[in-house]
């Protein structure tokens, strides 16, 4: 899926970054942010600010509705306790226990592991084990794996964590997997395959499948023969074409072959008459098959990242599909078929070369989720209000310039995405949209505040940067439920002080602005978590900054200031700290000797930075 138009182009600067452990920060667990906590509400510090924001506007669509990968890795979204730490053959071993009540064998990621201990193999509590997560290491043999024979689970895929590639070595799918008579699932993703051996249909058990990212080019024949195979994952290989007999599978209920090279679709692929989802996202296609229409099941169609300019008539008869992924072709109209399927309740065509969008729009019922963002449409579909479910709507990047009085009848709209329009005001009836949880105006020409958006109560999020606005309205302390709010890249110079008001307000990036002094108000909303004031020119940092002791991320790059107050000790939940690019000489030891768990990221100098006392 292609990122969001609305999304401000940050550039980026080369950092070193001195990493240390967190020890005390919180869960966060009303910010709409998940992405941004590892397991156990631990944040990814890896990530800049500027992440945490907008990684949030990033969505695939497969995300949203049942992702592969929630069969294929069950692991990753349950949680688990620890039944067992040992240490057998030099290697630490954890047992765990998955909250659905399976018990498996954790080895992922032991460095200079390159086969399994015997004493785990031939140890009777290891073979009553329900899964072997072996990711992560450099393994390329599995000798006496399959003395584990209650096995239903293996995991011997790659990982790639901050762009390094942690993997195994397998060259061929290992024999002993062929032995363990209760296998279901395999993951040997990210191996060194070049082929799938007609001996895998010794794995008659198998339900899920997955051999992305390998170097395959062709498919063995004898997987028709599994018949219990329900998920096939087959991504980031190098198959030219789907072979005819894929379509005798019927028992594959999900099948993804993303980012391949394949230029066409069998004609008979719609004889898998259980097919639910089909990711054909990121190949070389011109054109879909015919007989698309004659699939009995088909809920999810990714067809994003090809060279589609329109669809066959026949899909008008998809009755079951629910989500149709159209972004980064070449459409430049919405294909007559798509208003014509009765159930779909989310459509993207983002990032096409669409114009105009016909009024036929208005009779898809079913639908709440609307990606058109990144087209060349000339006017607001008026009869878009008459699709009275639409949920989550995105119309940004396009060729029009203001919003019709219409939109205000979009009265159950809770995300609207209306960047980049060049939209001077708002309609009156905009205050008419108080559902709306997420609004992202970013990159307009709104220099005033509407006062339209002080009407919408219930809003959360606020992407309001890149708008020339000089000042942000004492009003503002009506948006009581506002979480995020990014004024990024505006010309502001003052806060209001009202800003203290907004008691739920998490996040705030007021960064690239034009203040001289950091803004008190901001100092007495204690609520906040994450603060970004980069390139805004502050010159001193106020006392009153160590009031903040809710604050885990503090910002503050390319300023003028040259010391930090000694009150910023204060702080006490503080765990990123940037200030680079400023004068700063010195730290204050008793910041030093509080924040153990203080990220450091020093873009000037480090060396010479030197602690004093307070």
Same mark, same amino acid.
């Given at each position: 899926m292609g990122s969001s138009p609305s999304r401000p182009n940050f550039q980026r600067r080369p950092q070193q970054e001195v990493r240390l452990h967190m020890e005390h920060l919180q869960r966060i667990s009303d910010i709409k942010a998940k992405p941004l906590l590892k397991d156990? &509400?631990?944040?990814? *510090?890896?990530?800049?600010?500027?992440?945490?924001?907008?990684?949030?506007?990033?969505?695939?669509?497969?995300?949203? $509705?049942?992702?592969?990968?929630?069969?294929?890795?069950?692991?990753?979204?349950?949680? $688990?306790?620890?039944?067992?730490?040992?240490?057998?053959?030099? @290697?630490?071993?954890?047992?765990?226990?998955?909250?659905?009540? !399976?018990?498996?064998?954790? *080895?992922? &990621?032991?460095?200079?592991?390159?086969?399994?201990?015997?004493?785990?193999?031939? /140890?009777?509590?290891?073979?009553?084990?329900?899964?072997?997560?072996?990711?992560?290491?450099?393994?390329?043999?599995?000798?006496?794996?399959?003395?584990?024979?209650?096995?239903?689970? @293996? $995991?011997?895929? =790659?990982?790639?964590?901050?762009? !390094? %590639?942690?993997? /195994?070595?397998?060259?061929?799918?290992?024999?002993?997997?062929?032995?363990?008579?209760?296998?279901? %699932?395999?993951?040997?993703?990210? /191996?060194?395959?070049?082929?799938?051996?007609?001996? %895998? @249909?010794? *794995? =008659?058990?198998?339900?899920?499948?997955?051999?992305?990212?390998? &170097?395959?080019?062709?498919?063995? !024949?004898e997987l028709e023969q599994l018949g219990n195979l329900r998920t096939l994952c087959l991504d980031g290989n190098d198959l030219t074409e789907l072979p005819d007999f894929l379509s005798r599978c019927h028992s594959i209920r999900k099948l993804s072959v993303r980012n391949n090279k394949i230029v066409k679709l069998p004609e008979d692929l719609p004889l898998m008459e259980g097919m639910e989802i089909l990711n054909i996202h990121g190949n070389d296609l011109t054109s879909l098959p015919e007989s698309m229409g004659e699939f009995m099941s088909l809920v999810i169609l990714i067809a994003s990242h090809n060279k589609l300019r329109g669809l066959p008539i026949s899909m008008e008869a998809l009755s079951t599909l629910e989500v149709l992924g159209m972004e980064n072709n070449l459409f430049k109209f919405v294909p007559v078929c798509v208003p014509k399927m009765s159930n779909l309740k989310m459509m993207s065509f983002s990032f096409n070369e669409i114009v105009e969008i016909q009024d036929d729009i208005g009779q898809m019922l079913a639908l709440d989720r609307l990606w058109l963002e990144g087209n060349k449409i000339d006017k607001f579909p008026e009869a878009l209000p008459l699709a009275i479910e639409i949920d989550d709507l995105r119309i940004g990047d396009n060729a029009f310039s203001g919003l019709p009085d219409c939109i205000g009848q979009l009265y159950g709209m809770r995300d609207l995405c209306i960047s980049k329009l060049k939209l001077h005001r708002l309609p009156d009836t905009f205050e008419w949209l108080y559902n709306l949880r997420t609004l992202d105006i970013g990159d307009n020409e709104l220099s005033v505040f509407p006062k339209e958006i002080m009407k919408l109560k219930n809003l959360r999020e606020l992407q309001y940067y890149g708008n020339a606005l000089k000042e942000l309205p004492e009003d503002i302390a009506n948006l009581e439920n506002l979480v995020v709010l990014n004024l990024k890249n505006n010309v502001l110079r003052t806060m209001p002080d009202s800003l203290a008001e907004l008691t739920n307000l998490r996040i705030l990036d007021i960064s690239a602005n034009q203040f001289r002094e950091f803004p008190l108000s901001v100092c007495g909303t204690v609520s906040l978590q994450y603060i970004d004031a980069a390139d805004c020119h502050i010159s001193s940092l106020p006392d009153e900054l160590g009031q903040l002791s809710n604050v885990q991320s503090l910002v503050l790059y390319n300023n003028t200031f040259d010391k930090l107050p000694s009150t910023i000790y204060g702080m006490t939940a503080l765990s990123e700290l940037r200030f680079a690019d400023n004068g700063v000489q010195a730290l204050p030891t008793r910041l030093c000797a509080l924040l153990t768990s203080l990220l450091l990221t020093l873009l000037t100098t480090p060396w010479r930075i030197q602690t004093t006392a307070l």
């Amino acid at each position: 899926m292609g990122s969001s138009p609305s999304r401000p182009n940050f550039q980026r600067r080369p950092q070193q970054e001195v990493r240390l452990h967190m020890e005390h920060l919180q869960r966060i667990s009303d910010i709409k942010a998940k992405p941004l906590l590892k397991d156990g &509400g631990i944040l990814e *510090l890896s990530m800049t600010h500027h992440d945490m924001i907008f990684r949030m506007k990033e969505t695939n669509i497969l995300d949203n $509705f049942v992702p592969l990968k929630q069969d294929l890795l069950p692991y990753k979204n349950l949680p $688990f306790r620890v039944v067992l730490n040992s240490n057998m053959g030099k @290697v630490d071993v954890k047992i765990l226990e998955r909250a659905d009540g !399976k018990v498996g064998i954790d *080895l992922k &990621g032991m460095r200079g592991m390159s086969c399994i201990p015997e004493e785990i193999c031939y /140890n009777n509590e290891m073979q009553q084990c329900s899964w072997l997560d072996l990711s992560r290491n450099q393994l390329d043999s599995l000798e006496n794996v399959q003395l584990l024979i209650h096995l239903q689970e @293996v $995991f011997i895929g =790659r990982v790639i964590e901050h762009g !390094k %590639i942690y993997g /195994n070595r397998f060259t061929k799918i290992p024999t002993q997997l062929y032995q363990l008579p209760f296998l279901r %699932i395999l993951d040997m993703s990210g /191996n060194k395959l070049n082929e799938i051996p007609p001996s %895998i @249909v010794n *794995l =008659r058990h198998i339900e899920c499948l997955s051999v992305a990212r390998n &170097g395959l080019k062709t498919l063995p !024949k004898e997987l028709e023969q599994l018949g219990n195979l329900r998920t096939l994952c087959l991504d980031g290989n190098d198959l030219t074409e789907l072979p005819d007999f894929l379509s005798r599978c019927h028992s594959i209920r999900k099948l993804s072959v993303r980012n391949n090279k394949i230029v066409k679709l069998p004609e008979d692929l719609p004889l898998m008459e259980g097919m639910e989802i089909l990711n054909i996202h990121g190949n070389d296609l011109t054109s879909l098959p015919e007989s698309m229409g004659e699939f009995m099941s088909l809920v999810i169609l990714i067809a994003s990242h090809n060279k589609l300019r329109g669809l066959p008539i026949s899909m008008e008869a998809l009755s079951t599909l629910e989500v149709l992924g159209m972004e980064n072709n070449l459409f430049k109209f919405v294909p007559v078929c798509v208003p014509k399927m009765s159930n779909l309740k989310m459509m993207s065509f983002s990032f096409n070369e669409i114009v105009e969008i016909q009024d036929d729009i208005g009779q898809m019922l079913a639908l709440d989720r609307l990606w058109l963002e990144g087209n060349k449409i000339d006017k607001f579909p008026e009869a878009l209000p008459l699709a009275i479910e639409i949920d989550d709507l995105r119309i940004g990047d396009n060729a029009f310039s203001g919003l019709p009085d219409c939109i205000g009848q979009l009265y159950g709209m809770r995300d609207l995405c209306i960047s980049k329009l060049k939209l001077h005001r708002l309609p009156d009836t905009f205050e008419w949209l108080y559902n709306l949880r997420t609004l992202d105006i970013g990159d307009n020409e709104l220099s005033v505040f509407p006062k339209e958006i002080m009407k919408l109560k219930n809003l959360r999020e606020l992407q309001y940067y890149g708008n020339a606005l000089k000042e942000l309205p004492e009003d503002i302390a009506n948006l009581e439920n506002l979480v995020v709010l990014n004024l990024k890249n505006n010309v502001l110079r003052t806060m209001p002080d009202s800003l203290a008001e907004l008691t739920n307000l998490r996040i705030l990036d007021i960064s690239a602005n034009q203040f001289r002094e950091f803004p008190l108000s901001v100092c007495g909303t204690v609520s906040l978590q994450y603060i970004d004031a980069a390139d805004c020119h502050i010159s001193s940092l106020p006392d009153e900054l160590g009031q903040l002791s809710n604050v885990q991320s503090l910002v503050l790059y390319n300023n003028t200031f040259d010391k930090l107050p000694s009150t910023i000790y204060g702080m006490t939940a503080l765990s990123e700290l940037r200030f680079a690019d400023n004068g700063v000489q010195a730290l204050p030891t008793r910041l030093c000797a509080l924040l153990t768990s203080l990220l450091l990221t020093l873009l000037t100098t480090p060396w010479r930075i030197q602690t004093t006392a307070l």
